[in-house]
Structures are given as structure tokens and as C-alpha cells.
């Protein structure tokens, strides 16, 4: 049995939940404000980090849970109700593929994590702060929307539609009906789209805004098709994920955008009968 993507998940979760200590710490020295300008940004560490902190040990929490689901409650289902772009990922198996996506999806979050790093000469230390909440704060978001969904939406894993594989690689726990939706696709691509999200407001000019959206883009990419070669997730569980988290990585920093917090913004909600529309504007 084949435990790797067991480890990194507890990894990822181990490393929310290290993100949220760690910008505990930090919320008290962001008091210190040393930006050079009015930052475009606005984080309230009385929220953020608690948001941080609940979503990280709910992410935490129901993985112990699920190792107490007998064998006797999980099912495969047949292979008539998947779409053909599912159906060619059953049969699949690849250790190295499954190993790429298992270091990646710790590695690249925790690398876009560390890029906050960029803006110390332009922003100081409150701007590495504030880059840094937002991106953990849009993985931590993506973790636990990830954590509710695949519990709600109960789904075998590839290697459950094949007798061999699922000989080789079943866990008998709830992990083997948990496909729904990639969780490594998600965490990646949440924390690289956070962190080129708020990197181009603060440094619309700058030569690395290209060179991080096209880096975060690349690797949360690879680490997502990695998933459906390696027989653990189908296409359309890597294609979800990846819509969560580019909408986690776009979403949270919009909501931390000081012009929505100064009143020079307007978000607009109009119902009528049959009829429901949103407006925004910044």
C-alpha cells in the first residue's frame, strides 16, 4: 500500500496550520507598519488569522475521521457513469508522476509563500506581512472548501474502477471515495494566483509580474496533470480544483483590497422576479 499522498496531505494540512502560527507572530510586529506608501492592500490580523487558523484545523480535523469509516462503506461505482475524458484515466499508474505531484503540492505553495519575500524593498516588512496572510489565507480557504466538498460529493478514485489497482493501491477508508476534487491542484494554484494576484497591484510595472504568473501558472499545472497520470484523480477532479483555486486566489485578495474597505468602491446586488445580477467596481 501506497501511503505518499496520504503524508503530503497531512503535510499540506501541517503546513496551513504552521502559516497560521507563524502570522500570529507576525500580526503583532505588522502593528510596526514601516511601508513606504499607502499599501493597496488591508488585512485585519483580528480576522484573517482566525480564518487561517479554523480553516487549517478543520482541514485537520476530518482526515482523523475518516480513517474510522469501515471498509464496508465504500463502494465502486461503474464505469458507464463517467465521460470518456474519465474513462481513459482508469488503468493508469505512475509512481514518479504520483511522486512530482506529491512533492510539488507541498513545495510550490510553500514557494509562493516565500516570494512575499519581494516585496521587502519596495514595501518593507508590512508588505512581506500582508502578501503573506493573504496568499495562507487563500490556501487555507482552499483547503477547507476542498475538505467539505469531497465529504458532500463522495466520489471513488481511479484506482477503485480497476480490480488489480485497487488490490495494489486501496486504503479501505474514506480516502479511496475522496476524488472529488483535486486538493494538490487546488492548493497549488490558490496560493500562485494569491500571490501574482497582489504582487501585480503593488508592482503593476515590474518584469517579474510576468515571470510569476507564468511560474505559479506552469508549475500548478504540472503538479495538476500529474494527478490523473499518476491514477489518483480524474480530468475533471484536476479541472475543478483548479477552478476553486484560482477562484480562491483571486477572491481573497480582492476582498483585502483597501478600496473596498475605504468606501471608493461599490458592489451592487439587483433581484427581481426571474432575474439576478451582480455588479462590482473598484
Given at each position: 500500500m501506497n501511503d505518499s499522498s496520504l503524508t503530503v496531505d497531512r503535510a499540506v494540512r501541517i503546513l496551513l496550520l504552521t502559516v497560521s502560527l507563524l502570522l500570529a507572530a507576525a500580526g503583532a510586529f505588522s502593528a510596526e507598519s514601516d511601508?513606504?506608501?499607502?499599501?493597496?492592500?488591508?488585512?485585519?490580523?483580528?480576522?484573517?488569522?482566525?480564518?487561517?487558523?479554523v480553516s487549517t484545523v478543520t482541514s485537520l480535523a476530518f482526515p482523523l475521521y475518516d480513517r474510522s469509516v469501515p471498509r464496508s462503506q465504500l463502494w465502486v461505482s461503474s464505469r458507464g457513469s463517467?465521460?470518456?475524458?474519465?474513462?481513459?484515466?482508469?488503468?493508469?499508474?505512475?509512481?514518479?508522476?504520483?511522486?512530482?505531484?506529491?512533492?510539488?503540492?507541498?513545495?510550490?505553495?510553500?514557494?509562493?509563500?516565500?516570494?512575499?519575500?519581494?516585496?521587502?524593498?519596495?514595501?518593507?516588512?508590512?508588505?512581506?506581512?500582508?502578501?503573506?496572510?493573504?496568499?495562507?489565507e487563500a490556501l487555507a480557504v482552499s483547503a477547507v472548501i476542498r475538505t467539505f466538498v469531497c465529504r458532500a460529493f463522495p466520489r471513488p478514485r481511479p484506482y477503485m474502477y480497476d480490480l488489480n489497482l485497487k488490490r495494489e493501491h486501496e486504503r479501505n477508508y474514506r480516502w479511496d471515495i475522496q476524488s472529488f476534487f483535486s486538493g494538490h491542484a487546488s492548493s497549488c494554484f490558490a496560493a500562485t494566483t494569491a500571490l501574482s494576484f497582489v504582487y501585480t497591484v503593488r508592482n503593476p510595472g515590474s518584469i517579474w509580474v510576468p515571470v510569476l504568473w507564468?511560474?505559479?501558472?506552469?508549475?500548478?499545472?504540472?503538479?495538476?496533470?500529474?494527478?490523473?497520470?499518476?491514477?489518483?484523480?480524474?480530468?475533471?477532479?484536476?479541472?475543478?480544483?483548479?477552478?476553486?483555486?484560482?477562484?480562491?486566489?483571486?477572491?481573497?485578495?480582492?476582498?483585502?483590497?483597501?478600496?473596498?474597505?475605504?468606501?471608493?468602491?461599490?458592489?451592487?446586488?439587483?433581484?427581481?422576479?426571474?432575474?439576478?445580477?451582480?455588479?462590482?467596481?473598484?
Open positions: 511601508a513606504r506608501r499607502s499599501s493597496p492592500f488591508v488585512v485585519h490580523c483580528c480576522v484573517d488569522i482566525p480564518v487561517i487558523a463517467l465521460c470518456g475524458m474519465d474513462r481513459w484515466v482508469i488503468g493508469k499508474e505512475n509512481d514518479g508522476l504520483r511522486l512530482a505531484g506529491d512533492v510539488g503540492t507541498v513545495v510550490v505553495p510553500a514557494a509562493a509563500l516565500c516570494l512575499s519575500l519581494l516585496e521587502y524593498p519596495s514595501w518593507g516588512w508590512s508588505g512581506v506581512i500582508e502578501d503573506f496572510l493573504i496568499a495562507g507564468a511560474g505559479g501558472i506552469l508549475t500548478s499545472t504540472f503538479v495538476t496533470i500529474s494527478r490523473p497520470l499518476a491514477g489518483e484523480h480524474f480530468w475533471s477532479d484536476a479541472l475543478v480544483g483548479s477552478a476553486a483555486g484560482i477562484l480562491c486566489g483571486i477572491a481573497i485578495p480582492v476582498l483585502h483590497l483597501a478600496s473596498i474597505h475605504n468606501g471608493d468602491s461599490e458592489v451592487r446586488i439587483v433581484i427581481t422576479a426571474g432575474f439576478c445580477a451582480a455588479s462590482c467596481s473598484f
